[in-house]
C-alpha cells in the first residue's frame, strides 16, 4: 500500500468535490445531505461468483483490458454507464467521447461523488486511478488532456461497466 510522507495510506478523493461534500447520493437514491453512501461489502468467493472472470480482474484485481477490444469501445447508444459490481451510476453516453485511446471515455461522471480518485504509482507511471465510491471496483484512469468543458478524460474499461439503455417516452417500460 502506498503510504505519504506521514506514513499514512493516501486518502481518496472524490471526483471535483471538496471532502466536506462527501455523503452525497450515490446512484439514484437522494439521500438527505450528511447521510453517507451505502458501501457494498462482498467476500473475495462472492465478487468470483457474480463477475466474468475478466470482470473479476479488472475490478477487484485493478487490472486492464486490451485497448480498442471493449464492448462500449465505440457504443454511441443512448443511457447510462453503471457499475458492473454494485450498479451504481457512473456515466452517462451524453458525455462520452472518441478520444482515440482504445477504451471509452467520458468528460465527466453522472455526479462528482459517484467516484473517487486514488494515486496510482503503477507500472512506473504517476496516474490518477477512478473507483467506484459505492463498492470501491477498480473502473480504470482519469487524464487531464480531455475536451471542454471539463478538460479531463476518464479512460474506462469496458468491462467496469454495463450500459443501461435509455427508454424511449411512450414506450411502456418505466
Known amino acids: 500500500m502506498e503510504r505519504n510522507e506521514g506514513g499514512h495510506a493516501p486518502e481518496r478523493e472524490r471526483a471535483g468535490e471538496p471532502r466536506a461534500a462527501r455523503g ?23 465478487w468470483r461468483g457474480e463477475l466474468t472472470p475478466e470482470q473479476y480482474h479488472i475490478t477487484r484485481e485493478k487490472g486492464t483490458e486490451r485497448a480498442f477490444t471493449g464492448e462500449y469501445y465505440h457504443t454511441k447508444e443512448p443511457g447510462v454507464y ?11 453516453s451524453e458525455d462520452k467521447f472518441e478520444s482515440g485511446s482504445g477504451w471509452p471515455s467520458f468528460t465527466a461522471p453522472v455526479a462528482p ?3 473517487e ?6 507500472h512506473f507511471m504517476e496516474r490518477t486511478e477512478v473507483l467506484c465510491s459505492r463498492c470501491d ?29 435509455a427508454r424511449e417516452e411512450g414506450s411502456g417500460e418505466r
Do not use: M, W
Request: charged content about 25%; aromatic content about 4%; overall charge negative.
Open 24 to 46: 452525497q447520493s450515490v446512484g439514484s437514491e437522494p439521500r438527505q445531505e450528511g447521510e453517507s453512501a451505502p458501501k457494498v461489502v462482498k467476500s473475495d468467493a462472492e
Open 82 to 92: 453503471r457499475c458492473v459490481c454494485c450498479g451504481a451510476e457512473l456515466f452517462s
Open 113 to 115: 461523488d459517484n467516484v
Open 117 to 122: 480518485q486514488a494515486e496510482d504509482r503503477s
Open 137 to 165: 471496483a477498480h473502473l480504470g484512469h482519469v487524464f487531464d488532456d480531455g475536451p471542454g468543458p471539463t478538460g479531463l478524460r476518464y479512460c474506462i474499461n469496458s468491462a467496469a461497466l454495463r450500459l443501461d439503455p
